[in-house]
């Protein structure tokens, strides 16, 4: 095994449907799960139930810096080796009514605190000299989005962005990826507004949405000691998009 204490590894939006395929692939592969939430917890603590010794729920509002403080004073303490950034915070403002402070918002939970939780889980991984970072995005971000997820879309294009910082950690064996995912089977696409999936499903090559499973296993793949060789990239799961 290339890492040889506890594998821990921190999912930001644990709750949401694809959190929870990850959190049970991870579980799976007998590693400790600490799964953040902001709200509605119910499915996270069914799955606390079954694995009480290695999943760990912690409760934080990415857009409370108060908030975001308690949340890391508790993660700190862990030895993360696994950061995935699923956080996927949609307003259904349109672009011809969207605000200032409403994309602020969007941006500071999809992407900026999330990139600031992960400056500080990279510290420890520096330590260990190992590490694997991976950021969700949006297939939104290469067609621009819906109307009504303009600021969705534009959240997380700026998750594309690495820093030459995160570049440089490589030779430690910090792996730091990107995956623009596609079309999926979850509550979060049927809370757009005005989308006509099966419109939209017609568009994607190969005719069909992906599953949550599907979608859970990739991230595992980049974000475990799966992935010895990949770092640096953006890579689409999108069906053919």
């Known amino acids: 095994m ?7 590894v921190l999912i930001l939006g644990a709750s949401s ?25 119910s499915n996270l603590n069914k799955l606390k139930k079954l694995f009480n010794k290695r999943l760990f729920l912690v409760k934080a509002d990415l857009s409370n810096q108060n908030s975001v403080k308690v949340f890391l004073r ?19 403002k349109s672009f011809e009514n969207f605000t200032i402070e409403s994309l602020v918002k969007i941006v500071k939970i999809n ?9 500080e889980i990279t510290k420890k991984m520096i330590k260990q000299k190992f590490g694997r970072i991976l950021n969700i995005s949006s297939i939104g971000v290469k067609y621009g989005g819906s109307k009504f997820s303009f600021s969705y879309s534009f959240s997380k294009n700026s998750i594309e962005y690495f820093p030459k910082y995160l570049k440089d950690l490589t030779h430690k064996n910090i792996l730091n990826n990107v995956l623009r995912v596609g079309v999926v089977n979850t509550k979060l696409l049927k809370k757009v507004k005005s989308k006509n999936i099966k419109k939209r499903v017609s568009l994607i090559p190969i005719k069909r949405m992906a599953s949550r499973e599907e979608i859970a296993k990739s991230i595992y793949n980049l974000a475990s000691e799966e992935n010895t060789y990949i770092s640096g990239e953006i890579i689409s799961i999108a069906g053919g998009e």
């Open 2 to 8: 290339i890492f040889d204490r506890k594998k821990k």
């Open 17 to 41: 449907d694809i959190g929870l395929s990850v959190i049970k692939l991870f579980l799976k592969k007998n590693w400790e799960v600490y799964g953040h939430y902001n709200s509605n917890p």
């Open 74 to 92: 508790k993660i700190k303490k862990e030895n993360i080796i696994s950061y995935i950034n699923l956080v996927g915070y949609l307003d259904n």
């Open 111 to 119: 992407s900026i605190t999330p990139l600031f939780i992960q400056k």
